[in-house]
């Protein structure tokens, strides 16, 4: 993919991302994925924050809530604020070494997840399980990753 349309390419991986965070997998396994949408809204948002920004965030949001059938905007406000923190936060994240960019990926999926929560206890959906936080960690840790494969389809300037 070409630097030429950043939208596209932007467009393109949120989509894929938006596949692998839907993909039905067993139990198990579903407990430990992290959910690619939301990293890669944060990469984009703190790599390109003009291109990729919070419009990106709630409307992969919006289309994670009609997939996925919980409250209407649920995602879409909790993704959001997410991508917001990213671009607020955008170029000091930038400055900082992967160990470091991995943590603030991590608070931010905390933040994210913690949204999330809040707003199940407030419409009454019954809270789950403390393991709704484990994807909070291997996002963090795939970080790295993500910067490698994702920073291939963008130049930096």
Not at 13 to 38: E, G, H, Q, S, Y
Not at 124 to 130: A, D, M, Q, R, V
Not at 148 to 155: A, D, K, Q, S
Request: aromatic residues 12%.
């Amino acid at each position: 993919m070409s630097d030429r349309n950043p939208r596209l390419t932007i467009c393109l991986t949120a989509i894929i991302a938006m596949v692998f965070t839907v993909l039905p997998l067993p139990m198990w396994f579903a407990i430990a994925r992290p959910n690619f949408l939301v990293i890669t809204v944060l990469y984009w948002s703190i790599m390109v924050p003009r291109t990729g920004g919070i419009l990106l965030g709630f409307a992969s949001g919006i289309a994670l809530d009609v997939l996925q059938g919980p409250l209407l905007g649920e995602h879409a406000l909790a993704l959001a604020f997410a991508a917001y923190l990213a671009i607020r936060l955008h170029l000091l994240v930038r400055a900082k070494p992967l160990f470091e960019q991995s943590l603030f990926v991590f608070a931010a999926l905390m933040v994210y997840e913690f949204l999330l929560w809040v707003i199940d206890g407030w419409s009454g959906h019954p809270l789950s399980t403390p393991t709704r936080w484990v994807h909070t960690l291997t996002g963090g840790l795939i970080w790295p990753l993500v910067v490698g494969v994702l920073g291939r389809f963008h130049t930096t300037r």
